[in-house]
């Protein structure tokens, strides 16, 4: 399984970004897609998730401003941010937890990142 992230960038504070991240492979069905993102120097952290029923999950510090969603036809998961500051500026993982073409367990899967740094 793949994990293909896009649409990070260089951005002002309050503004916005869309990140994409499309999941490729011998997938049976897809449990969760979400996003976490790594500050310099701190530890990865949840950013949002989705089930495949829709319910999401959102660290307290994105609540209100970022909106995860996914598309179950094409593997994508889709994360709008907005009102970005500069506390928002890390680098975004892509992940997914998966039943694969001969297995009958979830797997966990890791996008390689994409880069967004808010900055005036």
């Known amino acids: 399984v793949q994990l293909q992230a896009s649409g990070g960038g260089l951005v002002e504070p309050g503004g916005s970004l869309r990140l994409s991240c499309v999941a490729s492979?011998?997938?049976?069905?897809?449990?969760?897609m979400g996003w976490y993102r790594q500050a310099p120097g701190k530890q990865r952290e949840l950013v949002a998730t989705?089930?495949?029923?829709?319910?999401?999950n959102y660290a307290d510090s994105v609540k209100g401003r970022f909106t995860i969603s996914r598309d179950n036809a094409k593997n994508t998961v889709y994360l709008q941010m907005n009102s970005l500051k500069p506390e928002d500026t890390a680098v975004y993982y892509c992940f997914t937890r998966v039943i694969e073409y001969g297995s009958n367990t979830y797997n966990d899967y890791w996008g390689q990142g994409t880069l967004v740094t808010i900055s005036s």
């Open positions: 492979g011998s997938i049976i069905a897809i449990n969760t």
């Open positions: 989705i089930i495949s029923g829709g319910t999401t």
